[in-house]
């Protein structure tokens, strides 16, 4: 009785201070994660909303001359055991040249695993932090939690790379389809890498029962996948690799014609059989589905 009093008392105590930070935050702070879980390697994007409410200009990044930094957003970042995740270079700052009028909203889309290793299966815990040399104090986000999870493999295609001469030795990365658990629903995702590094990692579409993604690639290492998203309706996707990332590069919507829509090279290049191309706003309307973007 008496642990679950003190446990009452100081979350009491924790949304007072909270409410105080509020009342009296010279900036404003809202941050939020678009999911609740994640694959593995998939960018994690956090939105955080920030409203200057100090009156003044306030310059972010190093100072002129001086390189002093002036201002920044740091970020700490706690895994489920407690323990707190290190940056992956050190000092961070996506303020970094930012320059914030007063009464000004900015909202930031933060990738915050391009900063911190957020690799490992655990759940995760994030909040920000603004600091600024003409500010007394720091001001504190509200936290947001994750959860990173590996997916289930269920194919992976070998793919060669061109190279810019016949001497050159062949590189090959390894394109994989994976279900994974967002947290709600069964999705089908693509992961793309070779030995040292992951060149992407996209949600393609939704587990249906009885249908499974198609995979291939064409003469110039694009990778092609076709993925049923709704009854009668499949989304075509090719994806290559451009400076070093991979990028969704074409996406068209197809929906069956006297057979079930098929991903095949049978007359020497990648076409798609028994499938006509549906037309937005006529034969399908865009969603929120959990497996886009």
């Known amino acids: 009785m008496m642990e679950c009093n003190m446990n009452r008392t100081g979350h009491i105590l924790f949304v007072a201070l909270l409410f105080s ?3 009296f935050a010279q900036i404003g702070m809202n941050l939020k994660a678009e999911k609740e879980r994640y694959l593995r390697y998939e960018p994690i994007e956090l939105k955080l909303l920030l409203r200057n409410y100090s009156g003044n200009t306030l310059i972010f990044g190093k100072g002129e001359g001086t390189g002093e930094i002036q201002g920044r957003l740091a ?11 290190p940056p992956v270079s050190g000092t961070i700052n996506p303020l ?10 900015k909202e930031l889309t933060i990738t915050i695993n391009q900063f911190y290793n957020l690799q490992k299966d655990d759940f995760y815990k994030v909040t920000a932090y603004v600091d600024h040399k003409r500010m007394s104090k720091a001001f504190v986000s509200n936290s947001v939690s994750f959860e990173v999870r590996e997916g289930i493999l269920i194919k992976s295609k070998v793919i060669g790379l061109p190279t810019e001469s016949d001497n050159d030795m062949i590189k090959s990365i390894n394109a994989s389809l994976m279900r994974f658990n967002d947290g709600h629903d069964d999705v089908y995702c693509l992961r793309i890498e070779d030995e040292k ?21 064409d003469e110039a290492s694009a990778i092609h996948v076709l ?21 969704l590069r074409q996406q068209r ?25 549906a037309v937005e706003g006529t034969d399908f309307r865009y969603g929120k589905e959990a497996w886009k973007k």
């Open 253 to 277: 919507y197809y929906k069956p014609d006297n057979g079930v829509p098929t991903l095949t090279r049978a007359p020497g290049y990648l076409k798609i059989l028994y499938a006509t191309q």
């Open 75 to 85: 970020f700490m970042v706690k895994m489920h055991d407690g323990s707190t995740v």
């Open 96 to 105: 970094e040249g930012m320059v914030f009028a007063p009464g000004e909203t």
């Open 227 to 247: 993925v049923q998203v709704r009854p009668r309706l499949y989304c075509y996707s090719v994806y290559s690799i451009i400076g070093g990332e991979a990028k």
């Open 197 to 217: 590094t992951v060149f992407g990692t996209f949600r393609i579409g939704p587990c249906i029962t009885g249908s499974v993604p198609q995979l291939d690639a």
């Open 21 to 23: 930070l509020c009342c």
